[in-house]
């Protein structure tokens, strides 16, 4: 994807040195354009853990890497290991950072010492290829349903709604419900995109509207509570958003409030897809609501923002009661049922047990 016209990836090699690891720092965005150089694993957790990075795949992706940067300071194998445990304990919910992890030391432990590091460096770098891959095979089955929708409102632009940030940002490129957007946009469809604030945090407001606005999509940020209104008056075509685990059964977690817009979508008639790569599926889950853990996150996420002041100052202010507590559980889970369907690079299912296995047969 491009920012001004300049093409990137979320994550990449530093192209001076060849191995330390360079990501933008989200947490300045939009405000400020960062690039952060890694050096070391310590460096990458913490990145993931104060979601400097986010999104399930690009978390995997990162993850990853700072296994490589691991190594470099001790490749044996008691390290090795105590360093993807570390890194896998950064982020509970997501289920790409425990699965580029295992699928790291599936390569990396029958290998010796001195070949490691180079191992390391090209097992991640397959992770990150294969994940752009996947978000753009979603984004042409994204494609097919946007250009249909057009195709039953011709002169009428396509109004679409999306939750959170499952943009480029959130994962090596293209992105995962933001790929089918661009694709359509790029395609020359009409369309316009309603883009949730999504509190806390507001990925939303400053990811998903950044990144449009840089690509030249049509948008308007909204505030969370105002997807129903938009879809009871007609002015939603299709809801699309990602996902950090899916169940074999077909049940989604995802930032939360996506539950509340999948119940909306359905007392609507509002197609509601969610964009899910391969790696995001559990197979060894079936009911989301009780087996998937919901990471509990700072308080003062929900207490305080963050954003610019009228003389261009990056402040932080409370907009809660002093001394009134707040819960902030970072996820919530949807029901397969309350789910048009999934989006996942072999194509589009049910989000049902016998809808995924169908494309994926070889999980029977």
């Not at 939009?30 to 890694?38: D, G, H, N, Q, V």
């Not at 945090?201 to 998903?208: D, H, K, M, S, V």
């Not at 409370?318 to 989006?343: E, H, K, Q, Y």
């Amino acid at each position: 994807m491009k920012i001004d016209g300049v093409p990137y990836r979320s994550v990449w090699i530093d192209a001076e040195d060849g191995w330390s690891v360079r990501i933008f720092d989200q947490t300045r965005l939009p405000w400020a354009l960062e690039i952060l150089r890694l050096t070391d694993c310590a460096q990458a957790a913490h990145a993931i853990r104060s979601m400097q990075v986010r999104g399930a795949p690009l978390i995997g992706a990162v993850a990853a890497y700072g296994l490589c940067l691991a190594l470099r300071a001790d490749p044996t194998a008691d390290a090795m290991e105590r360093d993807a445990a570390m890194l896998a304990a950064t982020r509970p919910t997501a289920i790409n950072l425990r699965w580029a992890l295992d699928r790291m030391l599936l390569r990396l432990r029958p290998t010796q010492s001195a070949d490691r590091i180079a191992a390391a460096y090209a097992e991640a770098a397959a992770i990150a290829d294969e994940d752009a891959a996947q978000c753009e095979a979603m984004g042409r089955y994204g494609l097919e349903l946007i250009r249909g929708i057009a195709d039953t409102k011709p002169g009428r632009r396509v109004d679409l709604l999306t939750h959170c940030n499952a943009g480029w940002l959130a994962t090596v490129d293209w992105g995962t419900a933001l790929a089918p957007i661009y694709m359509a946009h790029d395609a020359g469809i009409d369309l316009h995109v309603w883009v949730d604030e999504t509190r806390p945090r507001n990925q939303g407001a400053a990811l998903t509207a950044w990144e449009l606005g840089r690509h030249g999509v049509p948008h308007t940020v909204i505030a969370d509570n105002a997807g129903g209104h938009f879809m009871q008056h007609g002015m939603v075509d299709m809801a699309i958003v990602g996902t950090d685990r899916v169940t074999r059964t077909g049940d989604v977690a995802n930032k939360i409030g996506t539950y509340l817009k999948a119940l909306a979508a359905r007392d609507c008639g509002v197609p509601f897809w969610v964009a899910c790569p391969s790696t995001t599926i559990d197979w060894t889950v079936a009911d989301g609501l009780h087996d998937i853990p919901i990471e509990e996150r700072s308080p003062a996420e929900v207490t305080d923002l963050t954003g610019r002041t009228a003389d261009g100052a990056i402040a932080t202010i409370r907009v809660a009661a002093m001394g009134s507590p707040a819960a902030n559980p970072a996820f919530d889970v949807t029901p397969g049922r309350l789910v048009t369907g999934l989006i996942t690079e072999r194509g589009r299912c049910a989000a049902t047990a016998e809808g995924l296995l169908g494309l994926f047969p070889e999980r029977r």
